[in-house]
């Protein structure tokens, strides 16, 4: 990004990415939120400390997005519900989207449902994979990914919606036996599925959530696209 800031806190359209999500999460009910922070913490928690339902957790080191969870064990060890998992720079999020899933888990009483969308040039993304009748067995990432798997264009966008204590057993069993050496989030799903539990993935996200910032570029078509849609400075 070529920026000083942590990325949550570069601005589109004026305010830092991660308000917009925090946003989101309000819109939806969520009455908790947990900022798991790094990189300028001190920065973030300047930032968003007006936001009283907000609490800050450390992470340390930057071990992948499922030892970002783990770090959060202590605050999340006695809530039982449901937890939304997102990234913090994600500012397209909608809350239409996270309505959809959050009815979808309460009705069906799910152990994790996730979001995710078609994307025509799915690179550097976990592919969704489901078995012949369509059914969803796990996440791969494209490190990990053989070419069969590179050709999938459903795409996780990381928005999660999970059980949390549920959550938290998956957790346990994480390893990070893959190229990265990294706790993958993305494989908690299919660790819950070989629980038994019910889990599936479900392509409600709108298309203007596949935009991700990783570039000025990418920020810029992104504020193009708040811009369309109605988002104000």
Known sequence: MKSELPKVLVPALGRPMIEYVLDALSAVGVD????????????????????????FVDQTEQLGTGHA???CREQLADFEGSVVVLTGDSPLVQTASLEKLLTRFEQEEMACLLGTLEKENPTGLGRIVRDAEGRFTGIVEEKDANDQQRQIREVNMSTYVFDCQKMLQSLDELTNENRQREYYLTDCPAILRQMGELVDA???????????VNSMEDLRLVEEEMTRLGYTK
């Open 202 to 212: 479900s392509p409600v996200l709108a298309e203007c959530e596949a935009l991700s």
């Open 69 to 71: 969870v783990m770090v």
């Open 32 to 55: 908790r939120v947990l900022v798991v922070v790094g990189h300028q913490a001190d920065l973030v928690r300047e930032t968003l400390s007006n936001r009283v339902n907000v609490q």
